[in-house]
């Protein structure tokens, strides 16, 4: 029978693997792992789980070192997710890694040369890449947590272009269509593993907590008492956040059964990480299920459960009656006061990968935590800028698309539509400066060329508007 190191695993690595449960016979481990450890190029499809990716991550690990780098982009929610998982996976061994937070530290790093592996969200590598800190042709491996869910999904396109050809790429992803191009361009005979075939009809009912990723193992005290079940099963991927789970639960009755991959009877069942959709379905006919729901993850959920019932933890909604009723109420008057649409249109796109709670949510945060600045100075009317779109000549896009969609979708009068240049990947349109946010904003999420692209001003190397020449 083979063992974990028969996968090419260094030894320490090996161990921590089975530390958190994953044995050579698990089926993903027996074809993650040793694709992963040998360079080749896989796609994993699975829950947007980071220990679904942990048998993976220990072979891709396995291979760096001696000038070979690791390049992990995670969505900015998950960063101290997988920080976790890959301090636990390396703790033995030598590998130098950091985990970006911001710019600053891995600049210094990466340039002198101090960095084996680099865990950070897309907007730092994107920053680091251009600052010239962050050379994509140095990495051997690129590793890719989820794209559906990043900010700014036109990014991994850019990245993909500039890896060298011969490097290899992991991408885990819960939504294969969306990253099918992706896959189809720049990781060709990746091996693909996980949820390969359509996904079945969503189960339910089910319970749903919303909570941050650093706060499941914290949500847990506050929901068993809420709950108060006769007995409870708590279901994970891996033993991640066993140790944390037990501390936090001790001493409360039910005695609780820590489940790993495994569907027990139990009156109650708590989904710490969300399971693939047809072993939801055995969950829920054993037990009445909740969902822990973190950031990015809404879409997923939507896609495996129906009938989903939200659980609000006791003290979050007094908390906000009491503090945040003026803002509420300034809310409320806008909405009443109506002219929202142009709004509502520019939100459509986060609609349909978010919950639209979630959506207000971020709003909101964004809103309340604004910087009071004074009010900008009116722009030169003869000042230009460019809006950046997410689709080129790759896309099939010409200049006469761009043209239609700004002049009959957002009626823009043509003599202001300036130079347009072509790109292989996107676009730039030069327009008006003092017009350049709002088309942007009605630009983003329209379709072009059947497809819905991403726009914004394009900032320069300077960061502002240009002056137009006379």
């Given amino acids: 029978m083979p063992t974990l190191e028969d996968f090419h695993l ?242 409360k009755e039910p005695e609780v059964q820590l489940v790993v991959r495994e569907v027990v009877s139990a009156s109650t069942a708590i989904a710490f990480d969300l399971p693939p959709g047809e072993q939801l379905k055995d969950m829920v006919s054993q037990s009445e299920v909740v969902l822990l729901v973190p950031p990015g993850t809404e879409s997923y959920v939507a896609s495996i459960a129906s009938l989903r019932r939200p659980i609000q933890l006791p003290g979050a909604v007094e908390s906000a009656q009491a503090a945040e009723g003026a803002q509420r109420a300034t809310i409320a008057r806008a909405i009443e006061a109506g002219g929202l649409n142009r709004s509502v249109a520019t939100l459509a796109p986060l609609f349909e990968r978010h919950d639209p709670v979630t959506v207000a949510a971020a709003l909101y945060e964004l809103w309340s935590s604004r910087p009071k600045v004074s009010a900008p100075a009116p722009q030169d009317s003869t000042a230009t800028a460019k809006i950046y779109v997410g689709a080129g000549k790759k896309d099939g896009v010409t200049p006469n698309d761009l043209v239609a969609v700004l002049t009959k979708e957002l009626r823009v009068n043509r003599e202001k539509i300036g130079r347009i240049e072509l790109r292989d990947s996107f676009s730039l349109i030069e327009i008006p400066g003092n017009e350049a946010e709002q088309i942007a904003r009605g630009l983003n999420g329209t379709t072009i060329r059947r497809r819905k692209v991403t726009a914004r001003v394009d900032r320069g190397p300077s960061g502002g508007v240009r002056r137009s020449r006379t």
């Fill in 10 to 251: 260094l030894s320490p690595v090996a161990a921590a693997l089975e530390q958190l449960g994953w044995t050579a016979d698990d089926p993903a481990t027996r074809d993650a792992t040793p694709t992963a450890a040998r360079g080749h190029n896989l796609v994993g499809i699975t829950p947007p789980v980071p220990a679904y990716a942990t048998p993976a991550l220990a072979g891709a690990l396995s291979r760096v070192g001696e000038e070979k780098r690791m390049l992990l982009l995670t969505p900015p929610a998950q960063l101290e997710e997988w920080a976790g998982l890959v301090y636990r996976l390396a703790q033995e061994t030598d590998l130098r890694i950091h985990v970006a937070h911001g710019t600053s530290r891995a600049m210094r790093l990466l340039r002198s040369n101090a960095i084996d592996v680099l865990v950070a969200a897309p907007d730092t590598a994107s920053a680091l890449i251009t600052r010239s800190a962050l050379n994509m042709e140095a990495l051997t491996t690129l590793f890719v947590a989820w794209p559906e869910s990043w900010p700014d999904e036109e990014g991994l396109t850019q990245l993909m272009q500039d890896l060298p050809k011969e490097s290899q790429r992991i991408i885990y992803t819960s939504d294969r269509n969306r990253v099918a191009p992706i896959v189809e361009r720049y990781a060709r005979k990746a091996l693909t593993i996980g949820m390969t075939s359509a996904p079945a009809a969503p189960a339910g009912p089910v319970r749903t907590v919303s909570v941050p990723w650093s706060q499941r193992v914290s949500a847990l005290a506050n929901l068993v008492e809420l709950l108060d079940p006769t007995s409870l099963a708590l279901w994970t991927v891996d033993r991640s956040h066993h140790e944390a789970i037990a501390r936090t639960i001790s001493g």
